[in-house]
């Protein structure tokens, strides 16, 4: 037969055999508002080249899908660093660094001008414009190894030396040859939407839509707290000589990363012992609030802040704002109906500042625990706060305002908590904050609650629509923006992940996350767990943490 059945959004269709998904799509793009990208056939992620030769499901991808944003980031990129070669030469080159406020940062070797700026962005509007081919290549590994090594791109010549793959994947752009970890566009024509932020001589802001955005290129917010943390973390990168993922499995193929973990520890409990010492030392602050999304590691580091007060002589006393969820059968509903219990409405707020106010007053209170299973408050604790005592409160809604707006604002301290990655695979290819805690919740939710790769993957969306309406706006309320995260976490986390990973089946919905991660994680050794101390911050996830029973 010449024909075959193709199922789009519930209707069956049918079409000519080796009809291209490029062809297909032309029919389906009125019902999309940005340009189709990709498509899941059967449930396998395929590009727009993709000839269907069988009976298909097929599903259509635009930027505004998980998979199709990455593909349009890294094409965005692709366009911007061949526009940057044909402008000024091929040792000209980008570092993509780490995603700020609904973009990407990104660094020059180069010294970057307004007006250079101006020129690349219209140079990248060319490019489009003209629908340039990019192009699939199938070459061998050392082959593309000797051309990296031509054109100066080193990271990519060290990344491929841990890989034993005769054949590797490419892209091509015009003259330029790149390694990309996701699928990409087959042309340029499809990457209309984007704008560019000059920062500073070294440094701009890529800047896309996404559904995080209201589907809409968002301008661009500084948000100096956490720059600043990240150009800590990258300062410090620099100084140790790790920088990307070849780096850093060079340490471990030397058998040196031992050495490099109590470094990597012993750094970041300087950082939280100076931000104890800051506390400590603003006789005025009594309560400190603690906030970050998903898989920061805040159980952990308000337990260290703990300790480190202690030593320095204060009584500090910790609360949970997840215990004073309302009573379960007075829990908000969402838009769909369901329990929303993220929204500060699910707080029992009055309670709470109640509470506090009583406790910063020398009172003796009764203290709740949620009762999880009940959906109820349960009343066996009594607290009261010492003449030194310091209030330590984990909670999501710790940075709104709407939070102890009861208590003077001098005196609370208020910590924003992310495990900011400042470690990229290569120049071009960074590693994301979200994918860093995705790892840490996968291993978390396996270890303690049971929970299969399947379920934490599928309720990941979930998850970040309520970190985007209920952390991340009120990220710059904090007096302090901490990086939880480790320079040396992907590989031990790989131990973990990468055979939860292989158990998710080609038949599910999952199965395409499931496989950009293992790709993703095969560009790192492994790194056993035995060198890492029971108090870090990665023990909060894998296990064997000191401060499990505290």
Request: aromatic share 10%; net charge neutral.
């Amino acid at each position: 037969m010449d024909n075959v059945k193709i199922t789009i959004n519930g209707v069956d269709y049918f079409t000519k055999k080796n009809t291209t998904l490029e062809e297909i799509a032309k029919e389906f793009q009125k019902n999309f508002k940005h340009p189709i990208l990709a498509a899941k056939v059967n449930n396998a992620l395929r590009e727009l080249n993709y000839k269907v030769n069988k009976n298909s499901e097929i599903i259509f991808l635009d930027l505004n899908t998980r998979d199709g944003n990455k593909m349009h980031v890294n094409g965005l990129l692709f366009v911007l660093s061949v526009a940057i070669k044909e402008l000024y030469g091929v040792r000209y080159d980008i570092k993509s660094e780490h995603s700020i406020d609904k973009g990407l940062y990104i660094k020059t070797n180069f010294e970057l001008t307004e007006n250079r700026l101006n020129d690349i962005k219209e140079k990248m509007k060319e490019i489009i414009k003209q629908n340039r081919p990019i192009k699939k290549l199938i070459v061998d590994r050392l082959e593309a190894r000797d051309y990296f090594s031509k054109i100066d791109y080193k990271s990519k010549v060290n990344i491929l030396k841990y890989t034993t793959n005769t054949y590797i994947t490419l892209y091509q752009l015009g003259d330029f040859y790149d390694y990309f970890y996701t699928k990409m566009p087959i042309y340029t024509g499809l990457l209309g939407e984007f704008d560019l932020t000059y920062l500073s001589t070294e440094g701009l802001v890529l800047r896309y839509p996404t559904i995080y955005s209201n589907d809409e290129i968002k301008e661009f917010q500084n948000h100096p707290n956490m720059m600043r943390a990240f150009d800590i973390s990258s300062k410090w990168n620099n100084l140790m000589k790790v920088r990307d993922a070849s780096e850093l499995n060079a340490l471990v193929s030397t058998g040196k990363i031992d050495q490099f973990i109590k470094i990597a520890e012993s750094r970041q409990n300087d950082e939280l012992i100076n931000l104890a010492k800051k506390i400590k030392e603003n006789k005025k602050v009594k309560v400190v609030l603690l906030a970050g999304p998903s898989s920061s590691g805040k159980t952990t580091t308000s337990k260290k802040i703990c300790m480190y007060l202690r030593s320095l002589g204060s009584k500090p006393q910790v609360i949970s704002m997840d215990d004073y969820f309302v009573e379960r059968d007075e829990t908000p509903l969402d838009e769909n109906g369901k329990p929303d219990y993220e929204c500060l409405e699910a707080v029992d707020l009055k309670l709470f500042d109640k509470n506090v106010e009583a406790l910063l007053n020398n009172e003796e209170i009764d203290i709740p625990t949620y009762n999880f299973l009940t959906g109820k408050k349960e009343f066996s604790k009594k607290m009261k706060l010492e003449k030194t005592g310091v209030l330590v409160i984990e909670g999501i809604h710790a940075l709104d305002e709407k939070v102890l707006a009861n208590i003077p604002r001098e005196n609370v301290f208020r910590i924003y908590i992310s495990p900011l990655a400042e470690l990229n695979i290569d120049n071009h290819n960074y590693i994301s904050t979200t994918d860093n805690r995705l790892l840490r919740r996968i291993v978390r939710d396996n270890k303690t609650r049971g929970h299969s790769v399947n379920r934490t993957i599928s309720t990941w969306p979930e998850v970040r629509k309520g970190e985007e309406k209920y952390i991340f706006p009120y990220q710059d309320n904090a007096d302090y923006t901490f990086n939880s995260a480790l320079i040396y976490e992907i590989g031990v986390l790989k131990t973990y992940v990468e055979p939860l990973l292989y158990s998710v089946d080609p038949r599910d919905s999952c199965y395409e996350e499931a496989k950009r991660l293992i790709n993703f994680l095969g560009f790192f050794l492994p790194i056993p767990s035995d060198a890492i101390p029971d108090e870090s911050i990665l023990r909060e996830f894998i296990g064997g943490s000191f401060f499990t029973d505290l």
